[in-house]
């Protein structure tokens, strides 16, 4: 087995609570209430606009498929049934 090589991708948003993935796609959680989703097994990340009512501190995330992400947060859990798009 050769040498891993990683990248480094800087996160603006805060310290990174939770990260899962499923195949390409990833989602985090950030304590600053911030989600991020990449598409393409990290190599780029976007900002996923939150309702008010989720933009709280974050503690996980977990990626079940394909369409199917939940975050938990601070009194809160949120469920996307498009891959974390919206």
């Known amino acids: 087995m050769g040498a891993l090589t990683f990248t480094g991708v800087t996160n603006p948003y ?3 609570t939770g990260i899962d993935f499923h195949g390409g796609l990833g989602v985090t959680s950030c304590q600053t209430g911030s989600v991020l989703r990449t ?3 990290g190599g ?3 900002k996923i606009t939150l309702p008010a009512a989720l933009r709280v501190a974050m503690f996980d995330v ?3 498929d394909s369409q199917h992400v939940v975050i938990v947060g601070s009194g809160h859990i ?3 049934d498009d891959g974390g798009a919206t």
Request: charged fraction near 5%; hydrophobic fraction near 35%; glycine fraction near 20%.
């Open 62 to 64: 977990d990626v079940i």
């Open 14 to 16: 805060g310290m990174v």
């Open 78 to 80: 949120g469920y996307s």
């Open 44 to 46: 780029t990340w976007q």
């Open 39 to 41: 598409t393409n097994g």
